[in-house]
């Protein structure tokens, strides 16, 4: 059966996206300052925030997205594992578990724009494993 995410919950989500892009601006800053870093990193860095961000506002123009239950069911979820998210990328200490986080929802943010269901589903499993190893 499918499901109808509105507006509402899409704008909610891309919300949170940007909170944890500007959290991740954040947290390269820092370690760059503590030259924890290199400047090639922190350009990398940079562009993966940035396609977060574009993606996020993007997603905020979306109207619907049309997904399986399962995957409806995974981004509900999503709102959870944000919070957490939210509260813990700028004190991470591996700098690469930043990265991975920040990529994997630019990549899932991608998808949502592009109304690929299949890959959403792929994309919110990534997170969820990369954020149970994270919290492991």
């Given at each position: 059966?499918?499901?109808?995410?509105?507006?509402?919950?899409?704008?909610?989500?891309?919300?949170?996206?940007?909170?944890?892009?500007?959290?991740f601006n954040d947290f390269r800053f820092e370690k760059i300052s503590q030259?924890?870093?290199?400047?090639?990193?922190?350009?990398?860095?940079?562009?993966?925030?940035?396609?977060?961000?574009?993606?996020?506002?993007?997603?905020?123009?979306?109207?619907?997205?049309?997904?399986?239950?399962?995957?409806?069911?995974?981004?509900?979820?999503?709102?959870?594992?944000?919070?957490?998210?939210?509260?813990?990328?700028?004190?991470?200490?591996?700098?690469?578990?930043?990265?991975?986080?920040?990529?994997?929802?630019?990549?899932?943010?991608?998808?949502?724009?592009?109304?690929?269901?299949?890959?959403?589903?792929?994309?919110?499993?990534?997170?969820?494993?990369?954020?149970?190893?994270?919290?492991?």
């Open positions: 059966m499918k499901e109808r995410l509105d507006s509402t919950f899409l704008s909610e989500l891309a919300d949170d996206f940007l909170e944890i892009a500007k959290k030259q924890d870093i290199s400047q090639e990193t922190f350009i990398e860095m940079g562009k993966n925030a940035r396609v977060l961000m574009d993606s996020a506002r993007e997603m905020k123009l979306l109207s619907t997205l049309i997904v399986e239950k399962e995957t409806s069911e995974a981004l509900f979820q999503l709102k959870v594992i944000n919070l957490e998210i939210k509260e813990t990328i700028t004190s991470l200490k591996q700098i690469q578990v930043a990265f991975d986080l920040i990529g994997g929802l630019g990549a899932l943010a991608m998808a949502i724009v592009e109304k690929d269901p299949a890959t959403i589903s792929d994309k919110v499993n990534n997170l969820m494993t990369l954020f149970k190893k994270k919290a492991g």
